[in-house]
DNA sequence: ATGGTAGCACCGCTA
């Protein structure tokens, strides 16, 4: 299985770009977040015509919207509320061999990291706190195959942004949300795909903002975007790759998609 | 220390 994840910022906008993407990439799914689009003015029939037959959707006007476009049945589709505003940040799919698969757009957080000053830097632990709980208490094996990938809006590790110390205080790498996505991923074993690959020591990211004057030059990105594994899946890991160059194109995103290919 | 860009919807909000 070729899985990819990508935020899209407004699908709709850059319908073109997914196009492009699927034609070069083939993946046999992808998981958008920031689709900004209700479900019944989603792009469905060009990803139709391109084999993306299997559509999850979950919209909103203008804001979030998460989608799952797949060449592969489902045998189940659903979304959890794991956000406490019921914005569309999730969707879950099962396929029919078995791999159950959560897209997931977890909330920037604001500007201000003090949950006290900030009630989206708020919303964003409790959201974080929420995938905690869902993922430590429920009922299927660790052994199972199941995985979780999506614009997690947190650089963990020190060299997931262009400076750790610059960014100690800037949300999506502060102490508090690098320790709770840690909590989160050690409730159900995850192994992070792009880590098991790429050494810790050495830089990459999936976001670079679009405020910089050459995003390339300064290189000043973070890496934001992630695909995790369930013990049950680790083994079957054949490859990531973060297409970088994509930030490149002509109306990029400000993030790149990430590919993770298993073997199932 | 500041302000820089982008998309959507509406003249501000969210990122």
Do not use: C
């Given at each position: 299985m070729k899985i990819t994840t990508w935020n899209i910022n407004s699908v709709r906008h850059r319908i073109g770009l997914v196009s492009r993407f699927l034609r070069d990439q083939q993946p046999d799914v992808l998981a958008l977040q920031e689709?900004?689009?209700?479900n019944e003015l989603f792009p469905a029939e060009p990803l139709r015509k391109l084999g993306y037959v299997h559509q999850a959707i979950h919209g909103q006007k203008a804001y979030h919207g998460v989608a799952i476009l797949s060449r592969l049945p489902f045998r189940k589709t659903g979304s959890q509320d794991f956000c406490r505003e019921g914005h569309a940040r999730h969707m879950g799919v099962t396929f029919e061999n078995g791999v159950e698969l959560h897209n997931f757009y977890v909330p920037?957080?604001?500007?201000?990291?003090d949950p006290g000053k900030n009630e989206k830097f708020a919303h964003k632990l409790h959201f974080l706190g929420a995938m905690e709980k869902f993922f430590a208490r429920r009922?299927?094996?660790?052994?199972?195959p199941v995985m979780i990938l999506g614009?997690?809006?947190?650089?963990?590790?020190?060299?997931?942004?262009?400076?750790h110390r610059q960014l100690?205080?800037?949300?999506?790498?502060?102490p508090v949300e690098t320790r709770l996505l840690g909590e989160v991923q050690a409730a159900f074993d995850w192994t992070d795909a792009t880590r098991h690959f790429i050494p810790a020591d050495e830089k990459i990211y999936s976001w670079w903002s679009y405020?910089?004057?050459?995003w390339e030059a300064s290189?000043?990105?973070?890496?934001?975007d992630h695909v995790w594994v369930s013990p049950g899946l680790k083994g079957a890991l054949q490859s990531q790759t973060i297409l970088?160059?994509?930030?490149?194109?002509?109306?990029?995103?400000d993030h790149v998609p990430v590919v993770v290919e298993l073997d199932v």
């Open positions: 689709t900004k689009v209700v920037a957080g604001g500007d201000i990291p009922a299927r094996a660790k052994s199972d614009d997690f809006n947190v650089a963990p590790l020190e060299h997931d942004v262009w400076s100690l205080g800037v949300v999506s790498h502060t405020r910089a004057a050459d290189d000043r990105g973070r890496r934001l970088k160059k994509m930030r490149g194109w002509q109306k990029a995103s």
